[in-house]
């Protein structure tokens, strides 16, 4: 098996997981008798490890390699999914999720550097591709869901069965993920500390508005087409199904529009497609579906090219680097899935589930500006590095 087969199964495994136990929330909300604002608190968990790991991997994984990176927390992960269906409690059910934010945090850091990888040996945009995984993932955990809860299935069960299939799945391929090594220089094609450097805000700015509406789509499109659009559970299930579907086939085509179009323009076109998405989501009568697959479809790009051009503007002379720039652009990035649960919850408590996506609609149109601003920053960078290096004479040291 290659790399690049073997980096995909790894995005597909993570984005199962979290497509499985997503969907079920409104069936956990029944049995916990919560509140959508309660609920919100409890995502918190997931939300809160999920930007803690990210925020201290980054050295680990650089020093470690990401093949271990990827199988100790993904095996964490994976034990964690079925506790979700026993906690009897909202606080049980947030400490249950901060163990398996904190899982996919790692993982989702170490599975984008070993794409990175993978992107800088062929020379090519392979990110969306690879993020392709994730969604195409999320969708056969999301329909696993449905089947499970029309067939009466219990969480605990569910989930203990793609558990299992987790497991077994990362022992078969995990020798072929790129192990990465430390990097031979000390020193970034740009030197100063991560968190000086506009690119990386701008760069996380995306993922972070892509984070809010993609974690507002997996938590609370169910309940939406249950509570707005009157669907029963195994239906509004497919919602998110329909959401990752749409994403895995825009991704899929997304290495081509990027190498094509360039990253500033494939950006900008996504977050118009995505806005216009959730708006018809939210507000036209019957049109959950087909909203869910537009926002789909649009925020396909946001987050692997913004985790792609964070690797390359970390990238040293030697060929490595950029593990910390992802770590960086990556936890500021899940500090979208850290408030967005809660604005959503706190949003619809005091209005709608409507007007709440209404707000993340509009959030998510701001990806276009923050593409153009961060790309032009990127060059600026790359100007600046290569007008150092020229100017050093030949031979010195």
Not at 47 to 65: H, P, Q
Not at 168 to 185: D, F, G, R
Not at 213 to 224: I, N, V, Y
Request: glycine share 14%; charged share 10%; net charge positive.
């Amino acid at each position: 098996m290659n790399h690049r087969i073997a980096v995909f199964v790894v995005f597909a495994l993570n984005g199962a997981a979290f497509g499985s136990w997503a969907p079920r929330m409104p069936a956990l909300a029944e049995t916990l008798r919560a509140e959508p604002g309660t609920l919100g608190l409890a995502l918190l968990g997931a939300s809160v490890g999920m930007v803690l790991a990210a925020s201290f991997c980054g050295r680990a994984v650089e020093r470690f390699g990401a093949r271990l990176g990827i199988a100790v927390p993904l095996l964490v992960g994976a034990a964690a999914l079925p506790l979700i269906g026993l906690v009897d409690s909202i606080p049980l059910l947030a400490a249950v999720l901060l163990v398996l934010g904190a899982a996919t945090g790692v993982v989702d850091v170490a599975m984008n550097v070993a794409g990175v990888a993978i992107e800088r040996a062929g020379g090519k945009a392979v990110m969306p591709v690879l993020h392709a995984g994730f969604s195409v993932g999320a969708m056969l955990g999301a329909g696993g869901a449905a089947l499970a809860a029309r067939q009466g299935l219990s969480v605990a069960k569910h989930l203990s069965v793609v558990a299992v299939i987790t497991a077994l799945v990362l022992l078969a391929v995990i020798k072929s993920v790129p192990k990465t090594a430390a990097a031979a220089s000390a020193e970034p094609v740009v030197n100063g500390k991560v968190a000086g450097r506009p690119v990386l805000w701008l760069l996380a700015s995306i993922a972070l508005c892509s984070a809010i509406a993609e974690g507002g789509s997996a938590d609370w499109s169910a309940l939406l087409l249950v509570t707005e659009h009157g669907m029963a559970q195994d239906a509004a299930a497919l919602g998110y199904a329909a959401f990752a579907g749409s994403m895995a086939i825009a991704r899929f085509a997304g290495a081509w529009t990027q190498n094509r179009f360039g990253a500033a323009r494939t950006l900008c076109c996504g977050a118009v497609l995505a806005s216009a998405g959730l708006l018809i989501s939210a507000l036209v009568p019957g049109g959950g579906y087909l909203g869910f697959v537009m926002a789909g479809a649009g925020l396909a790009g946001a987050f692997p090219i913004a985790l792609g051009l964070a690797g390359a503007a970390g990238r040293r002379p030697d060929g490595s680097g950029g593990e910390r720039e992802i770590a960086f652009v990556s936890a500021l990035a899940y500090s979208g899935f850290l408030f967005g649960p809660p604005m959503i919850g706190g949003i619809a408590q005091l209005t709608s589930l409507s007007l709440s996506f209404v707000a993340v609609g509009l959030t998510t149109a701001l990806i276009a500006p923050a593409a153009v601003a961060a790309t032009r920053s990127l060059a600026r960078e790359r100007a600046a590095a290569e007008e150092v290096r020229t100017s050093v004479p030949s031979g010195t040291t």
